[in-house]
T-cell receptor, first 110, second 110 residues
Framework: KQEVTQIPAALSVPEGENLVLNCSFT??????LQWFRQDPGKGLTSLLL?????REQTSGRLNASLDKSSGRSTLYIAASQPGDSATYLC?????????FGAGTTVTVRA | DTAVSQTPKYLVTQMGNDKSIKCEQN?????MYWYKQDSKKFLKIMFS???????INETVPNRFSPKSPDKAHLNLHINSLELGDSAVYFC?????????FGPGTRLLVL
């Protein structure tokens, strides 16, 4: 059974600082890994998807890396802004389904 | 304009009642999902349908019955509601790998 862990559970940084969010998973036989953002009371928005054959994906200020053999992914958010405050969820795909971590709740202080 | 919509947004009901949650997507996707997010924010897959056929059925009590009348709709009916069913239920859809989530239905069983 796939287990996904995200550390830290919560993070508070001043505006402008870079964010580093960690995700680990127990079964490395994944199809892909996705990072999502969830705002309070809202659904999830897909940020980045990394296929199992890829090492990283970038979108604007966001960069996600994947080390499948060690079961780890890191999401980097450069030059954080108050609008980046949200919960970030990592999910891995095995056997046609996604397994989610509990998320890292980020607060960016103005 | 809403890509994945769910109704109702909020649902408060008594134990033992039967209720339904509806989901519709206008993205032309072939696959739809139901997820449950509990109070600890863990998001878990419940069901997945592809072209109206059930492809994922996790360990969910048989009080939960999904129904897909067509590719654009996936409804969730819950019989004999229990206190532990209180959660946020998310519908999602996908064509390939990226999943698009609805805003969620917040169910409270009293």
């Amino acid at each position: 059974k796939q287990e996904v862990t995200q550390i830290p559970a919560a993070l508070s940084v001043p505006e402008g600082e870079n964010l580093v969010l960690n995700c680990s998973f127990t079964d490395s036989a994944i199809y892909n890994l996705q990072w999502f953002r969830q705002d309070p009371g809202k659904g999830l928005t897909s940020l980045l998807l990394i296929q199992s054959s890829q090492r990283e994906q970038t979108s604007g200020r966001l960069n996600a890396s994947l080390d499948k053999s060690s079961g780890r992914s890191t999401l980097y958010i450069a030059a954080s802004q108050p609008g980046d405050s949200a919960t970030y969820l990592c999910a891995v795909k095995n056997d046609y389904k996604l397994s989610f971590g509990a998320g890292t709740t980020v607060t960016v202080r103005a | 304009d809403t890509a994945v919509s769910q109704t109702p947004k909020y649902l408060v009901t008594q134990m033992g009642n039967d209720k339904s949650i509806k989901c519709e997507q206008n993205l032309g996707h072939d696959t739809m999902y139901w997820y449950k997010q509990d109070s600890k924010k863990f998001l878990k897959i419940m069901f997945s349908y592809n072209n109206k056929e059930l492809i994922i059925n996790e360990t969910v009590p048989n009080r939960f019955s999904p129904k897909s009348p067509d590719k654009a709709h996936l409804n969730l009916h819950i019989n004999s509601l229990e206190l532990g069913d209180s959660a946020v239920y998310f519908c999602a859809s996908s064509r390939q790998e990226t999943q698009y989530f609805g805003p969620g239905t917040r169910l409270l069983v009293l």
